[in-house]
């Protein structure tokens, strides 16, 4: 796809220094690991659903509004679009193993009220970021170079609207409810590694919170 004039990026969610629930990030990166490159193991799971963050609400960064919503999306030709702007070696890595027709949760991240919005299809494997290399981009990386490049992004495609907001407020209440007495959601990326804006879902979390949205609120 052509390079944005304007940058995608509840992205970077992950890397504001607060998650979701307004707690600190130190703790968090200390209790999920490192964030470089090394920190993948060889023997890493194959995931194939997905949680990606992006800000539904205007925050303007070096005069560019990094709004995107899930409206937004579904408002662009063809309802796709690339989801560049990734700039964690753990969300870049788990972008990377996606493949084209898996699902993902579009999630309204660093907002009056996070939580999932609605689902997306990966319609592009990973490919490399343009905007690492633009100097006039929020996400330029002066220490990435066109012939190795360090960052990637995928395109994703609008499906649809979750029947209703699944708020991080309820989610949080049943990884409390199933960390205590075993469920789908006890191990979570969305708790235990809260920081990362891609993280993967078991098919188990992925069915049970797509279930909720036919059920009354907790």
């Known amino acids: 796809m052509p390079p944005k004039t304007r940058a995608r990026v509840g992205k970077r969610a992950a890397d504001s220094g607060k998650d979701d629930d307004g707690e600190t990030a130190v703790g968090k990166r200390k209790a999920t690991g490192k964030t470089k490159e090394s920190s993948e193991s060889a023997g890493s799971p194959e995931y194939r659903h997905w ?122 209440k049943y990884h409390l409810q199933h960390r205590a007495a075993g469920g789908p959601l006890k191990d979570m990326a969305l708790f235990t590694r809260a920081r990362l804006s891609v993280q993967p879902l078991t098919t188990e979390e992925f069915d049970f919170v797509l279930s909720l949205e036919d059920e009354e609120p907790l």
């Open 51 to 172: 949680l990606m963050k992006s800000e539904p609400e205007s925050r303007f960064e070096n005069g560019i509004d990094m709004k995107f919503g899930i409206e937004d999306l579904k408002a662009l030709p063809n309802q796709t679009d690339c989801w560049d702007g990734v700039r964690n070696y753990q969300a870049r890595n788990f972008m990377r193993q996606m493949k084209v027709g898996q699902l993902a949760f579009f999630y309204h991240s660093n907002c009056k009220e996070p939580g999932i919005a609605g689902v997306m299809k990966i319609v592009k494997e990973a490919y490399v970021d343009h905007t690492q290399f633009d100097k006039k981009d929020v996400h330029f990386d002066a220490n990435s170079k066109p012939d190795n490049p360090k960052w990637s992004m995928v395109d994703v495609q609008y499906q649809r609207m979750t029947k209703r907001f699944l708020p991080l407020s309820e989610l949080k």
